[in-house]
């Protein structure tokens, strides 16, 4: 089964819109991380936010928002205020376990987002 | 910028030539990973180092070695390119304290002809 699983392989919207990004995750491991991260046309990586399975209120970053719904193993990605920049690949990624799997991510197949003026 | 420059950026070889990517970094950080990105499955973890000479498999390992006789070099091999390994090379960096986040290089393209 996929791990991480991005239903929506392509998105638009206008600009100065939110959107909203799936991504559900699954796991039996209580201790775990989620993480979204931006890949623009240019290639380089961009961390944008990060959820601990722990973690009691959803994480903000700026613009980005995660809302992380445990029960139903969702952590989906709200941008609020579309900008042109943000069009872009975006990718969710899951940490399984504690210290020992630190850094070891595994991602979805991301989400091309597309942000009309 | 996370201190990590990538070498080179670009390589295109010839089946069954042994490559050598360099992930250099300046920051001193112990923890270092190689990953794949390949459309349709987006990043895969090929190898990682918790530190110098400590390094072990991720996900997708099998025809690649690494190396970290310094801290700051993590050296990605392929022994003997194959046209499957065609591909973006992304090292990364934990740093500590940064709730686990994963500071990427800027990738390399290989090409395996």
């Known amino acids: 089964a996929q791990k991480i699983t991005q239903t929506q392989p392509g998105m638009f919207v206008q600009e100065k819109e939110a959107v909203t990004l799936d991504c559900t995750y699954d796991?039996?491991?209580?201790?775990?991380?989620l993480f979204w991260y931006k890949q623009p046309s240019s290639g380089e990586m961009i961390f944008l936010i990060y959820q601990g399975s722990y973690d009691q209120q959803n994480a903000t970053e700026g613009r980005y928002s995660l809302n992380f719904q445990k029960a139903r193993k969702s952590a989906n990605l709200v941008i609020s205020a579309s900008q042109l920049g943000d069009s872009a690949m975006y990718f969710c990624a899951m940490r399984e376990g504690g210290g020992t799997s630190y850094g070891k991510l595994t991602f979805g197949q991301g989400t091309i987002l597309t942000v009309h003026p | 910028d996370a201190g990590i420059t990538q070498s080179p950026r670009h390589k295109v070889t010839e089946t069954g030539t042994p490559v050598t990517l360099r992930c250099h970094q300046t920051?001193?950080?112990?923890?270092m990973y190689w990953y794949r990105q390949d459309p349709g499955h987006g990043l895969r973890l090929i190898h990682y180092?918790?530190?110098?000479?400590?390094?072990d498999k991720g996900e997708v390992s099998d025809g690649y070695s690494v190396s970290r006789s310094k801290t700051e070099d993590f050296l990605l091999t392929l022994e003997s390119a194959t046209s499957s390994q065609t591909s973006v090379y992304f090292c990364a960096i934990s740093r500590r304290g940064t709730n686990e986040k994963l500071f990427f290089g800027s990738g390399t393209q290989l090409s395996v002809l």
């Open positions: 796991t039996s491991d209580p201790s775990y991380g």
């Open positions: 180092s918790y530190g110098v000479k400590d390094t």
């Open positions: 920051e001193n950080h112990r923890y």
